[in-house]
């Protein structure tokens, strides 16, 4: 099996990013179970943070990524859903897996399926076999975050020592819905026996959800327990002060764009406070938020005009990224929005959402994905907004033309879909693939 071999392998499976269809979204657990125990239950090996929420959890990983590897250890990251090569969903130090290793792993999986009674998806296999690398390679921890809800995740046939939960909010209701209550209730399905609660959502009406659980460890709630208290705008980035139930760090500079990312910040530090069982000391906390990266979280890729990049994907994320866009580049003369949507999105929403209804220009196109929402659709809800709109056959076409357009003195923000996000990338960065 050569590279090209082992990708045809996993795309020859039923792929719940693609099709939404109710085969896909299965609630069950035990063919990633049995693939697994043949596996030689590799999660086993090694302890494991485990991360949900609706939005922030990628960018959590990183951060938490980030201190655990500053501290010292070995650390195996698994997320999910990748911008450009699936190499990135399996990272150990932050440094995405070589070709030849996931060759070599993906190789061992395939052998073990034939054994398998039924047939897994495309992400129980690539659970398994991030969890069987991390095992070859003998990590020290792993940080691995959930692809949908919590409870049904292949990911949750691991036993947590932490488990985080970033937010709630409503995305995916068709899976994990309809509610609120629902999807936290899906999402607290991560918390096992003994397992410590580190919580980020502060919704009263949804908290007591994740404090009825039996057996956990201990919760710990943001704004309670731990948080961020100062949050500024500072040049390339935030300046925070952190609290956690152990220690104060002050003046920590992180280099990503959004307010919210301060919250982000505050639960992965109280995630490694409560795997430690102790503070960390302030020069690693400092030094690892430093050296924080987060490709496609409000990404900066080209200035004169300013090009942006953001995969928000549902009304809360695009709320949070037009909020911090007008916060972090306030003196900005104009907006060009490329957008593309997938199919569940409600197209009116999500542009009033990123404020299109501000921008000089809506350029619209398709995910590359089977499950892309037609352009014109998207165009018709910003037409009806009174936005002036133009629809590309392709991502790349989109950017092309967006940069075209935009004086230099304006924005060019790129977002709708990880899909979009890891496309236009592609174009404008090149094949490089960003590091955890």
């Given at each position: 099996?050569d590279?090209?071999?082992?990708?045809?392998?996993?795309?020859?499976?039923?792929?719940?990013?693609?099709?939404?269809?109710?085969?896909?979204?299965?609630?069950?657990?035990?063919?990633?179970?049995?693939?697994?125990?043949?596996?030689g239950?590799?999660?086993?090996?090694?302890?494991?943070?485990?991360?949900?929420?609706?939005?922030?959890?990628?960018?959590?990983?990183?951060?938490?990524?980030?201190?655990?590897?500053?501290?010292?250890?070995?650390?195996?990251?698994?997320?999910?859903?990748?911008l450009?090569?699936?190499?990135?969903?399996?990272?150990?130090?932050?440094?995405?897996?070589?070709?030849?290793?996931?060759?070599?792993?993906?190789?061992?999986?395939?052998?073990?399926?034939?054994?398998?009674d039924?047939?897994?998806?495309?992400?129980?296999?690539?659970?398994?076999?991030?969890?069987?690398?991390?095992?070859?390679?003998?990590?020290?921890?792993?940080?691995?975050?959930?692809?949908?809800?919590?409870?049904?995740?292949?990911?949750?046939?691991?036993?947590?020592?932490?488990?985080?939960?970033?937010?709630?909010?409503?995305?995916?209701?068709?899976?994990?819905?309809?509610?609120?209550?629902?999807?936290?209730?899906?999402?607290?399905?991560?918390?096992?026996?003994?397992?410590?609660?580190?919580?980020?959502?502060?919704?009263?009406?949804?908290?007591?959800?994740?404090?009825?659980?039996?057996?956990?460890?201990?919760?710990?709630?943001?704004?309670?327990?731990?948080?961020?208290?100062?949050?500024?705008?500072?040049?390339?980035?935030?300046?925070?002060?952190?609290?956690?139930?152990?220690?104060?760090?002050?003046?920590?500079?992180?280099?990503?764009?959004?307010?919210?990312?301060?919250?982000?910040?505050?639960?992965?530090?109280?995630?490694?406070?409560?795997?430690?069982?102790?503070?960390?000391?302030?020069?690693?906390?400092?030094?690892?938020?430093?050296?924080?990266?987060?490709?496609?979280?409000l990404?900066?890729?080209?200035?004169?005009?300013?090009?942006?990049?953001?995969?928000?994907?549902?009304?809360?994320?695009?709320?949070?990224?037009?909020?911090?866009?007008?916060?972090t580049?306030?003196?900005?003369?104009?907006?060009?929005l490329?957008?593309?949507?997938?199919?569940?999105?409600?197209?009116?929403?999500?542009?009033?959402?990123?404020?299109?209804?501000?921008?000089?220009?809506?350029?619209?196109?398709?995910?590359?994905?089977?499950r892309?929402?037609?352009?014109?659709?998207?165009?018709?809800?910003?037409?009806?907004?009174?936005?002036?709109?133009?629809?590309?056959?392709?991502?790349?076409?989109?950017?092309?033309?967006?940069?075209?357009?935009?004086?230099?003195?304006?924005?060019?923000?790129?977002?709708?879909?990880?899909?979009?996000?890891g496309?236009?990338?592609?174009?404008?960065?090149?094949d490089g693939?960003?590091?955890?």
């Open positions: 099996m590279l090209a071999g082992a990708l045809a392998y996993l795309a020859d499976h039923v792929n719940l990013e693609t099709d939404p269809s109710p085969a896909a979204a299965e609630r069950r657990l035990d063919r990633i179970r049995a693939l697994v125990e043949l596996a239950d590799p999660q086993s090996s090694y302890p494991v943070l485990h991360i949900t929420g609706t939005n922030g959890k990628g960018s959590t990983a990183r951060m938490l990524t980030a201190l655990l590897v500053e501290q010292g250890l070995s650390v195996g990251t698994y997320t999910s859903p990748h450009q090569r699936v190499n990135e969903r399996l990272a150990w130090n932050g440094a995405p897996i070589a070709d030849d290793q996931l060759v070599e792993v993906v190789q061992a999986v395939a052998a073990l399926e034939t054994l398998l039924g047939r897994p998806t495309h992400f129980e296999l690539l659970t398994a076999i991030a969890l069987r690398w991390f095992a070859d390679i003998a990590v020290d921890v792993a940080v691995i975050e959930v692809g949908l809800g919590g409870r049904w995740d292949a990911t949750n046939i691991v036993e947590a020592d932490v488990a985080v939960v970033t937010n709630v909010s409503l995305d995916h209701i068709e899976t994990i819905g309809p509610d609120l209550s629902d999807i936290a209730t899906e999402k607290a399905g991560i918390v096992k026996a003994g397992t410590t609660l580190v919580l980020g959502e502060t919704d009263p009406a949804l908290t007591p959800i994740f404090h009825g659980i039996a057996g956990s460890k201990a919760v710990w709630e943001r704004d309670v327990d731990f948080g961020c208290s100062e949050n500024e705008l500072a040049h390339g980035g935030r300046l925070l002060d952190l609290w956690t139930p152990g220690a104060k760090y002050q003046e920590i500079l992180m280099p990503v764009h959004g307010e919210f990312q301060g919250d982000n910040a505050a639960t992965a530090l109280a995630a490694a406070e409560a795997f430690f069982e102790a503070p960390l000391d302030a020069a690693v906390v400092a030094d690892a938020f430093a050296g924080v990266r987060l490709p496609g979280r990404e900066v890729v080209a200035r004169s005009p300013l090009c942006v990049l953001d995969g928000a994907h549902n009304p809360a994320g695009a709320r949070a990224a037009s909020a911090a866009l007008s916060e580049f306030a003196g900005i003369a104009g907006r060009i490329v957008v593309g949507l997938l199919s569940g999105r409600e197209p009116t929403e999500m542009l009033e959402a990123l404020g299109a209804g501000n921008c000089r220009l809506v350029v619209t196109c398709p995910p590359p994905s089977p892309a929402q037609p352009p014109e659709v998207v165009a018709a809800a910003a037409a009806d907004m009174g936005v002036d709109t133009e629809i590309a056959d392709s991502v790349p076409e989109a950017v092309a033309l967006a940069l075209s357009l935009a004086t230099p003195e304006e924005m060019v923000l790129v977002t709708g879909s990880l899909y979009v996000v496309a236009a990338r592609a174009a404008l960065v090149g693939l960003p590091a955890v």
